[in-house]
C-alpha cells in the first residue's frame, strides 16, 4: 500500500499494538502530525514542555509492561528529550523516542533547529537510528521496539528526516526483525543454577536481594514461588517495591541510604546474597569495600555486563530472570532434603531486628508531619482495587518507600538511577493512560513539583485525571537536610517558602480541584476529598520544614552505619 513515510510511521506504530504516544508537534515533525490529523488509531497525548512526554512514557511503560513513545520535533525538541531517556536508560525502562530531523540535504549545515540528536544521546541509548531513506522506515521501526523491550530493556531513539515523513512508500510492515548482532539471552547454564541452589540449601543466613530487574524481566511470580520454597527473606530495592508482596511474612523491606536498619543489618550480615535484576548500587551499598564482607553472592541478571561489575560474583547465571528463578526453584526442590524449613533463625533474627529499629517519627509540634501524610493517604486508599503510586525524588520519595505498602508489581513508579526531579507528575499522567480505570496517586514534593507542574494541563485536557499531594515543606528537603548535617547548617539556595505559589489557586487556574491543609486534625477530610472528586486534584499538605528522613546511611559510610531518628516521644511505623 502507497503512503507517505509519516503515515507509515503511524501503521508502524499501529502494528506494534501502541495505543498512546505523547509529545508535542514542531517543524521537522510537522510531517507525522500531519497524518495524526489523517487519523490513527493511536492516541495522542499532548504534553506541554517534551521532557513531560518523555517522562508520561515512561510512567505508561512502567505502568504497563509495554513500550512507551514519546515524539519530539529536532533542536530543542531532542535536547528536552534527553532527561527522560537518561532517566529510562539509568531504570532500564523501554521507551521509544522517534524525533523529527531537519532535510537530508540540511543536514550537517547548521541549518534552523538542527541538531546531532544520535550524537547526543549515544551513551544514554540502547541503540539510535537516523533515517535518510524512507524505504528504511519501517525496518528500523521494527527495530526499535524489538531493541528496546527485548534483552534488558531500554530507550531507544529513532530521528526521522523532514522530507523522509514526506516521501512515498510502497509501505509492508516486517513480520520479523532483521538484527544479526542482537541476540540476547534466551536461556540459562542449567550447572549454574544447579550450583547456586546447593549454595542456597547450604547457607544459614541468605537473603533474596531484589533489583527493579526482577519487575521488568515479568518474574515476580517466579520471585515469590522461590522465597516460598526455600523460605528465603526477601530485601527489595526502591525500584522492586511491589515486586515482592510488602504484606508477606518474607518481606523485609528495603535497604539503602534511606532504608530500614533490619534491611541493611539483614544484607550486611548474611552469610550468602542472591542478587536477582539488581546492580549494587552504591545507594544501596554504601561504601563498597565494606558491603556485606562475610557474604557469597549469587547474581542473576539478563545483562551479563551487570554481573562482577561492582561486587564479584561466585555463582554468575546470566538470562532471562522469569526462567531462571523457575529453574532454581525446581533444583532448590530436587536438591532439599525432606522436612527442610529453611533458616528459621536467621529469619527469626531478622524479626528481632525488625521489631527493635521500627520507622519512627515524632507526632507533636506547629506543623503536620509528613510520615503523617504518607501514612494517611496508605491507609485512605487500602480498599480500593487498584492504586498506583508515582513520586518525584527527595525526602518525600524517601517516606513514601518507607511507609506506603505495595503487594502488587507495577504500582510504585519513580526514578531511581537519574534521580529526576519533576519525574512524577508527568510520570502519573503516563500511568493514567496505562490504566484509566486505576487511582493514580502522585506523592510530589514541592521543589519537584514546580519542575513539571505545568503537565496539569495535560492531565486537565486530556481526561486523565490524577491525585497529586505535595508534601510542602517550603524546602528543597533533601538537599536542606545535607545542608544541616554536613554543612553546619548552612541554607544556601534551598528556601521555597510555604506561600509561593499558591499551590491550591495554581491547581485552579489550570482546571483542576485545588486544596489546602495545615492541620492534622483536617489531613484525612482533605485527602478523601481530593481521592473522590473525579478529577485533576492537587493537595498542599504544608508540612514541617525541619523534618528529615531517617533512617539514614551518610554517604560514602559502609551501609551498616545506620544513623536512627533518636528522639523521645516518636511514633512507631
Known sequence: MKMLGSDAILRSLEAEGIDVVFGIPGGAILPLYDAFARGSTVRHVLARHEQGAGHMAEGYARASGKVGVAVATSGPGVTNLVTPIADAWMDSTPLVCITGQVRTTLIGTDAFQETDATGITLPIVKHSWLVQDVQELPHVLKAAFHVARTGRSGPVLVDVAKDVQETEIDFTYPHQVDLPGWRPPAGVHPRQVREAARALLAASRPVLYVGGGVINGDACDELRELAEVGGIPVIATLMAKGSFPETHPLCYGPPGMHGSKWANWGLNKSDLIVAVGARFDDRVTGKLSAFAPGAKVIHFDIDAAEIGKLRRADIPVTGPLRLALAELTKAVREEEEPGHEGPVAWRRQLEEWREAFPYRYRREGDYLK??????????????????????????????????LVCDRPRTFITSGGLGTMGYGLPAAIGAKAARPDATVVCIDGDGCFQMTCQELATSVLEGL????????????????QWQEMFYDNRFAETHLTHQVPDYAQLAEAYGAAGF????????????????????TAVVDARCDPEEKCFPMIPAGAAAIDVIEFSEEKAVEA
Open 516 to 535: 489546602t491543609v495545615e492541620a492534622d486534625d483536617e489531613l484525612e477530610g482533605v485527602l478523601e476529598e481530593a481521592l473522590t472528586c473525579g478529577r
Open 370 to 403: 509528613p510520615q503523617a501524610i504518607v501514612e494517611t493517604l496508605r491507609d485512605l486508599t487500602l480498599g480500593r482495587d487498584d492504586v498506583v503510586w508515582t513520586t518525584g525524588v527527595g525526602q518525600h520519595q524517601m517516606w513514601a518507600m518507607q511507609y
Open 465 to 480: 485525571p490524577i491525585v497529586v499531594v505535595i508534601v510542602n515543606n517550603g524546602w528543597l528537603g533533601m538537599v536542606r
